[in-house]
Every structure is written in structure tokens, then in C-alpha cells.
């Protein structure tokens, strides 16, 4: 019925007596109600749900006094008065509670994120390695009746969200909105897991940007972990899966020349970062957290990770902190490579560099061993700030026939240079850069290797990986767009798409086809250019937009959800 949801930056014009954002103070609530309209009145004094202290009955009224709160700052107030009924879960080894708080009638259709909200604490758990709860008291989530957007940022005992992100009817809800559930959810409990005003000492992250970025990646993570646990219908996704998500969703905001760095935004509260940039510190930092896990290995890459989140409970969390603490645990002469590259190095130079790069790839094929020539320069749709990048890129890549090949087990090695080469004996195949997909940037290779793979892509897709299968078409799509590759070679390799069965792939297709909307875009997309894709016998994305193609799911999912 009434409910508050504050800010940092807002909190104050709310209590306009104070105006220090910072100042902490004890605040007590009051309820005034009519006979006979009362209900059930709940109240969030920050670290519990207020207990009722007294009531009094005067001039008609039931005058309600609730318990006053600990000492909080103005934002850590929050207020929700409705006549809810609640449900509530416990996690497997810890004392953390979730409760679902919403209309009675109603709390079935929230039984499903309420399970699911005690997966995912079992699964932080499980990382974490220590018996610490997420939060020391419950966990609320009050199913709002209004069109919110999204869970608030800094609340981590009272969450509120609208009803239709929480509530699960299996004849309404689309695969799409229980995704953006499940994200929402799982995101929001990473937030409170990595630091919470509520600990006691406190864990302060020095820039918001990267701790959301890192609630982001471990929310990814954790979903993946769900899925592959058989949870869902999405029973063997890949985590890989979601890698691609993160990537792609950082591009289509990452390219404009206006975009700033990531660094720009140090001084920033998360919740004064403008919306259009959500994406990009959200997306991005965990792109570039999946992009050193590749790169460095995945086993490593946790050991390394939990360990500096368990070391820095009660104190303070930086970028370049916690990229001193990854180096320490992660480096050795193998991970060193040629030219002394660490993951700091890597980290540093994208969050200080806006945008991303493309590597053209050249292969001279009149040597041997074969020289693979790679040219870096900043990925614009338009034809404007074209100029070339120092990217500390992680390279691997996989070539056709690998009888002979010197770097394919394990490619590491980076590129910092606007041109690097390399001798590699391809044997007369191709070569596919970026292994998994899993490096923030994209690829386009000479006429003769396109070919090749497009040739593979017909005979036998399946020998390419899934995950670089997407890349490849997402990267099309976009060179495509970008004038950076002919209408006819793009058809020739996206042509194989009636034979693809794979979500991941076809989601890449989906959207890489939305990237020929681009405003400006190089390749000039007019009405009649999309009626050839549309109309081109051989040119699966066009069908699918219109129903001619039905891709079907590459994982065991129900028959329904298809």
C-alpha cells in the first residue's frame, strides 16, 4: 500500500532535515490507522522487520509505535505498510532467511522464486568456503503492485520489486521474463553477499561500478551453477552461455566514441550512474572478469577471486587492490607468457580505454609456416574514430587440422600492439580466433578464411565449437552493419543457419540481427536491403524473424518450453 524506496544521492529530500547523506542517526515509526481497516502493518527499520513496541486507542484511531531502528544512515531507512501474508525459506547450512512478503490469494505464483532464492543462497554458500550467512537476519522481498524497475541498489534487507518480476504463472510467464527474474534475484543476493551496510564491520567497495560489475559476473556464475545442477529446464547450459549474454550486451553499448571509460566512473555513487550506462558497468566488468578467467583458467581464477573477497570482510575493496591480490595468487612463469603480461596488466588497460577493438586477421598462405598478421583498431558502426587501439588483448584460437599446430592445446599469449604476427602452420584451413568466445572483442578475417569457414560452417558445423559458432555469427552481423564486410560473404557464411539447432547460436542471430537498425550505421540499411535479407533463399535470419525457421533447443528441455 505504501512503500519507500531510497537512494544515497535521494535519501536526504526525503528527511529534508538532514542534509549530510552520511549522517547516521536512530529513526522510530508511528502508525496512525482507522477501526476495523487495520491490518498487518510491517515496517523495515534496516536490520530487521520492526517488532511492534505499543499501541494506544485515542480519538477513534489505534495509534501503532514500532521498535526504533539501530543507528543507519538515511538511505538504509526503508518503509513498506501493506496487508502482505509472507512465506520464507532457510538456506541449507546457514541460519539466512528468504521471505516473500504478498497478497495472500496470490503467494503461490511466488513459490518458484522463493525456491529459487534458496538455491542460489546454498550455491554462495557452497563458494564462499565459510560458514558466514549473506545477511544476520532475514531477507525480505515484497512484491510490490507497480511497474518497478528492478531491485534498488543499496537495499539489502528489505528488497522490493514489482509483482510481475516476482510472481511465476506457469500459463503467462515467458522463458524470457523468468530470465529476467532469475537474474534480477540472483544479482541482487550477490550484491548483499559481497557487502552490505548491514555487517558489522562493515565491507566498503571503494568503486561502486566494479562491485556491481562483480555482482553481475558471480550472478551469471551462480546461474549457470543453477542449470547445470538440473534445476531447470536448462538442464547442461553451459556457463559459457551466459559469457556470450554479458559480451554481446556490452558491445551494442559499448562502441559509440561518447562512451566513456570505465575508470570515469570511480567517483560515482552506482545509483547516480545515468541508466544508458547500466549496461556498460554492469556487462562490461563482468566481460572482462570472464574474459581473465579464459585466460588465466577457470580453477585458478576462483581460488584466486573468493579467496581476496573472504581475506577483505570488514574493510575496504579497490580495482587496483584487489588486481594486486589476483596477480599474487595467479601469477607464475607460465601465466607470464612472451612479453610479461598479468592480469592486472590486462584489467588496466580495457578500464582505462573506452570501447572495444576488432583484430583483422590476415593469413599469408604463400609461407610456411603460415604468418597470421593481426591489426587491432577501435570497432565503430559508423565510419567515424576509426583509429587504431592498444588493447592488452588475451589471444587464443583454434585452427582446422591441428596434426602440426604449436600453440592450439592452451594459446596464451596477448597482443598490446596496434600490428602483432605469428607463425602458425594451418595446413590449408582456417583459423578461428578467440577460443569459447570468451575475449571482449570481435574478428574479422580475409576473404580465404571466411570462406573456409563458411565452407566448414555447411558441411559439418558441428566440428566448430557452439560458443565460437555464435561468436561467428554475432560478429557478421555486426561487421556487416559496420561496412567492414559485403552483403554477399556475410550470406555465404550465415547460410548454414537452417541446419543450426543451437539457442545459443540463434540468440546471437536474433540479436546481431537488431544491429542493422543502428542509426548510421556504415552499411546504410534501407527498406530495401532488408527486404533482400528477408527475401534471400538462403538467408536463415531473415526466415526466422518470420516464423519460417523454428530453432529448436540444444539442451533436454521440456517439449512446451520449445
Given at each position: 500500500?505504501?512503500?519507500?524506496?531510497?537512494?544515497?544521492?535521494?535519501?536526504?529530500?526525503?528527511?529534508?532535515?538532514?542534509?549530510?547523506?552520511?549522517?547516521?542517526?536512530?529513526?522510530?515509526?508511528?502508525?496512525?490507522?482507522?477501526?476495523?481497516?487495520?491490518?498487518?502493518?510491517y515496517i523495515n527499520s534496516s536490520l530487521v522487520i520492526a517488532e511492534e513496541q505499543r499501541r494506544m486507542n485515542r480519538n477513534n484511531y489505534i495509534f501503532i509505535e514500532?521498535?526504533?531502528?539501530?543507528?543507519?544512515?538515511?538511505?538504509?531507512?526503508?518503509?513498506?505498510?501493506?496487508?502482505?501474508?509472507?512465506?520464507?525459506?532457510?538456506?541449507?547450512?546457514?541460519?539466512?532467511?528468504?521471505?516473500?512478503?504478498?497478497?495472500?490469494?496470490?503467494?503461490?505464483?511466488?513459490?518458484?522464486?522463493?525456491?529459487?532464492?534458496?538455491?542460489?543462497?546454498?550455491?554462495?554458500?557452497?563458494?564462499?568456503?565459510?560458514?558466514?550467512?549473506?545477511?544476520?537476519?532475514?531477507?525480505?522481498?515484497?512484491?510490490?503492485?507497480?511497474?518497478?524497475?528492478?531491485?534498488?541498489?543499496?537495499?539489502?534487507?528489505?528488497?522490493?520489486?514489482?509483482?510481475?518480476?516476482?510472481?511465476?504463472?506457469?500459463?503467462?510467464?515467458?522463458?524470457?521474463?523468468?530470465?529476467?527474474?532469475?537474474?534480477?534475484?540472483?544479482?541482487?543476493?550477490?550484491?548483499?553477499?559481497?557487502?552490505?551496510?548491514?555487517?558489522?564491520?562493515?565491507?566498503?567497495?571503494?568503486?561502486?561500478?566494479?562491485?556491481?560489475?562483480?555482482?553481475?559476473?558471480?550472478?551469471?556464475?551462480?546461474?549457470?551453477?543453477?542449470?547445470?545442477?538440473?534445476?531447470?529446464?536448462?538442464?547442461?547450459?553451459?556457463?559459457?552461455?551466459?559469457?556470450?549474454?554479458?559480451?554481446?550486451?556490452?558491445?551494442?553499448?559499448?562502441?559509440?566514441?561518447?562512451?566513456?571509460?570505465?575508470?570515469?566512473?570511480?567517483?560515482?555513487?552506482?545509483?547516480?550512474?545515468?541508466?544508458?550506462?547500466?549496461?556498460?558497468?554492469?556487462?562490461?566488468?563482468?566481460?572482462?572478469?570472464?574474459?581473465?578467467?579464459?585466460?588465466?583458467?577457470?580453477?585458478?581464477?576462483?581460488?584466486?577471486?573468493?579467496?581476496?573477497?573472504?581475506?577483505?570482510?570488514?574493510?575496504?575493496?579497490?580495482?587496483?587492490?584487489?588486481?594486486?591480490?589476483?596477480?599474487?595468487?595467479?601469477?607464475?612463469?607460465?601465466?607470464?607468457?612472451?612479453?610479461?603480461?598479468?592480469?592486472?596488466?590486462?584489467?588496466?588497460?580495457?578500464?582505462?580505454?573506452?570501447?572495444?577493438?576488432?583484430?583483422?586477421?590476415?593469413?599469408?598462405?604463400?609461407?610456411?609456416?603460415?604468418?597470421?598478421?593481426?591489426?587491432?583498431?577501435?570497432?565503430?558502426?559508423?565510419?567515424?574514430?576509426?583509429?587504431?587501439?592498444?588493447?592488452?588483448?588475451?589471444?587464443?584460437?583454434?585452427?582446422?587440422?591441428?596434426?602440426?599446430?604449436?600453440?592450439?592445446?592452451?594459446?596464451?599469449?596477448?597482443?598490446?600492439?596496434?600490428?602483432?604476427?605469428?607463425?602458425?602452420?594451418?595446413?590449408?584451413?582456417?583459423?578461428i580466433l578467440n577460443r569459447r568466445a570468451s575475449g571482449y572483442y570481435r574478428v574479422n578475417y580475409d576473404a580465404d578464411t571466411w570462406l573456409l569457414i563458411a565452407k566448414t560452417l555447411q558441411e559439418n558445423h558441428l566440428s566448430i565449437d557452439e560458443l565460437?559458432?555464435?561468436?561467428?555469427?554475432?560478429?557478421?552481423?555486426?561487421?556487416?552493419?559496420?561496412?567492414?564486410?559485403?552483403?554477399?560473404?556475410?550470406?555465404?557464411?550465415?547460410?548454414?543457419?537452417?541446419?543450426?539447432?543451437?539457442?545459443?547460436?540463434?540468440?546471437?542471430?536474433?540479436?546481431?540481427?537488431?544491429?542493422?537498425?543502428?542509426?548510421?550505421?556504415?552499411?546504410?540499411?534501407?527498406?530495401?536491403?532488408?527486404?533482400?535479407?528477408?527475401?534471400?533463399?538462403?538467408?536463415?535470419?531473415?526466415?526466422?524473424?518470420?516464423?519460417?525457421?523454428?530453432?529448436?533447443?540444444?539442451?533436454?528441455?521440456?517439449?512446451?518450453?520449445?
Amino acid at each position: 500500500m505504501i512503500l519507500t524506496r531510497l537512494s544515497r544521492n535521494h535519501a536526504k529530500y526525503f528527511f529534508p532535515c538532514f542534509d549530510n547523506n552520511r549522517f547516521e542517526a536512530v529513526f522510530k515509526f508511528k502508525i496512525n490507522t482507522i477501526p476495523g481497516e487495520r491490518g498487518m502493518q510491517y515496517i523495515n527499520s534496516s536490520l530487521v522487520i520492526a517488532e511492534e513496541q505499543r499501541r494506544m486507542n485515542r480519538n477513534n484511531y489505534i495509534f501503532i509505535e514500532y521498535q526504533p531502528s539501530p543507528q543507519v544512515s538515511l538511505n538504509e531507512i526503508g518503509f513498506v505498510y501493506s496487508q502482505f501474508s509472507n512465506a520464507s525459506m532457510r538456506a541449507r547450512n546457514t541460519n539466512d532467511t528468504i521471505v516473500i512478503w504478498a497478497p495472500g490469494p496470490t503467494m503461490i505464483y511466488y513459490n518458484y522464486i522463493l525456491k529459487f532464492g534458496q538455491s542460489i543462497m546454498n550455491l554462495i554458500h557452497e563458494y564462499s568456503t565459510i560458514d558466514r550467512p549473506i545477511m544476520y537476519g532475514p531477507i525480505n522481498i515484497v512484491a510490490v503492485p507497480s511497474n518497478l524497475n528492478g531491485y534498488e541498489i543499496g537495499s539489502w534487507n528489505l528488497l522490493t520489486n514489482g509483482y510481475i518480476r516476482l510472481a511465476y504463472v506457469p500459463e503467462l510467464t515467458s522463458i524470457r521474463q523468468l530470465e529476467k527474474m532469475t537474474f534480477e534475484l540472483t544479482q541482487q543476493l550477490c550484491r548483499i553477499w559481497l557487502g552490505n551496510p548491514g555487517e558489522h564491520p562493515r565491507t566498503t567497495w571503494k568503486e561502486e561500478w566494479f562491485k556491481e560489475g562483480v555482482a553481475t559476473y558471480f550472478a551469471y556464475y551462480f546461474l549457470g551453477k543453477y542449470h547445470h545442477n538440473g534445476e531447470s529446464y536448462k538442464t547442461g547450459w553451459p556457463y559459457g552461455f551466459y559469457g556470450l549474454e554479458m559480451r554481446h550486451r556490452a558491445m551494442l553499448v559499448d562502441w559509440h566514441h561518447s562512451t566513456p571509460s570505465l575508470i570515469n566512473f570511480n567517483r560515482t555513487l552506482a545509483v547516480e550512474i545515468p541508466p544508458r550506462y547500466t549496461e556498460l558497468m554492469t556487462m562490461k566488468t563482468a566481460s572482462l572478469l570472464w574474459m581473465v578467467e579464459n585466460w588465466i583458467g577457470t580453477e585458478k581464477f576462483h581460488a584466486a577471486l573468493v579467496k581476496y573477497i573472504n581475506k577483505r570482510r570488514g574493510s575496504y575493496i579497490s580495482i587496483e587492490d584487489f588486481m594486486i591480490n589476483l596477480d599474487k595468487e595467479t601469477v607464475e612463469c607460465f601465466h607470464q607468457f612472451f612479453n610479461g603480461s598479468t592480469s592486472s596488466r590486462v584489467l588496466d588497460s580495457w578500464i582505462h580505454q573506452s570501447g572495444y577493438p576488432v583484430i583483422n586477421v590476415e593469413v599469408f598462405r604463400d609461407r610456411s609456416p603460415n604468418v597470421i598478421l593481426l591489426k587491432q583498431r577501435k570497432f565503430m558502426f559508423t565510419k567515424e574514430f576509426r583509429y587504431d587501439t592498444k588493447f592488452l588483448i588475451p589471444i587464443s584460437y583454434v585452427i582446422q587440422h591441428n596434426q602440426n599446430c604449436y600453440n592450439c592445446h592452451q594459446p596464451r599469449f596477448t597482443i598490446s600492439t596496434s600490428t602483432y604476427s605469428f607463425a602458425e602452420n594451418l595446413n590449408g584451413g582456417w583459423i578461428i580466433l578467440n577460443r569459447r568466445a570468451s575475449g571482449y572483442y570481435r574478428v574479422n578475417y580475409d576473404a580465404d578464411t571466411w570462406l573456409l569457414i563458411a565452407k566448414t560452417l555447411q558441411e559439418n558445423h558441428l566440428s566448430i565449437d557452439e560458443l565460437n559458432r555464435a561468436q561467428i555469427v554475432s560478429d557478421v552481423f555486426a561487421l556487416y552493419a559496420a561496412g567492414d564486410l559485403s552483403y554477399e560473404l556475410a550470406v555465404e557464411i550465415l547460410s548454414y543457419l537452417d541446419k543450426e539447432q543451437s539457442y545459443a547460436v540463434w540468440e546471437s542471430a536474433i540479436t546481431g540481427f537488431e544491429l542493422l537498425k543502428i542509426e548510421y550505421a556504415a552499411c546504410d540499411f534501407t527498406k530495401a536491403l532488408y527486404e533482400e535479407w528477408q527475401a534471400g533463399p538462403r538467408l536463415s535470419p531473415g526466415m526466422l524473424l518470420h516464423g519460417f525457421v523454428r530453432p529448436q533447443w540444444s539442451v533436454n528441455a521440456e517439449p512446451d518450453l520449445v
